[in-house]
Nanobody
Framework: QVQLVESGGGLVQAGGSLRLSCAASGRTVSRYAMGWFRQAPGKEREPVAA????????YYADSVKGRFTISRDNTKNTVYLQMNSLKPEDTAVYYC?????????????????WGQGTQVTVES
C-alpha cells in the first residue's frame, strides 16, 4: 500500500505561484509513475502533469504548459508541482496519484493510489 498526502495548496492572486508537494509513505514510489490531476466543481477530473518513475519523461496538459513543472525526489519519496503564473481557471482540488508503471500515464483510471487532494484557489 502507498499513502499519498498532498500539501501546499491555498489562496493566491492571479499571476502568483504555489508549490504543491505529494509525500508518499508505506512503500517507496521510486518504481511508480506519478501524476497530478485536478477537479473543479461540476467538471471531470483532468490530468495536469505526469512523470515517469525515473523523472526522465514528463507530460503536461496544454493548459499548463510553460507555467507548471512536475518533478520528483525519489530520495525523499516526494513529488512536486511548481505552479507559476496562476490563473483563475486553475482553481480546483489538486490530487496526487501513483501508478505501478515506469512510464507516465495520463489516464486517471490507470492509477493505483490517490491522495486526499489539496484546494487551490486563484483569485482574479
Amino acid at each position: 500500500q502507498v499513502q499519498l498526502v498532498e500539501s501546499g495548496g491555498g489562496l493566491v492572486q492571479a499571476g502568483g505561484s504555489l508549490r504543491l508537494s505529494c509525500a508518499a509513505s508505506g512503500r517507496t514510489v521510486s518504481r511508480y509513475a506519478m501524476g497530478w490531476f485536478r477537479q473543479a466543481p461540476g467538471k471531470e477530473r483532468e490530468p495536469v502533469a505526469a512523470i515517469s518513475w525515473s523523472g526522465g519523461s514528463t507530460y503536461y496538459a496544454d493548459s499548463v504548459k510553460g507555467r507548471f513543472t512536475i518533478s520528483r525526489d525519489n530520495t525523499k519519496n516526494t513529488v512536486y508541482l511548481q505552479m507559476n503564473s496562476l490563473k483563475p481557471e486553475d482553481t480546483a482540488v489538486y490530487y496526487c496519484a501513483a501508478a505501478a508503471s515506469p512510464f507516465y500515464i495520463k489516464d486517471y483510471r490507470l492509477y493505483d493510489y490517490w491522495g486526499q487532494g489539496t484546494q487551490v484557489t486563484v483569485e482574479s
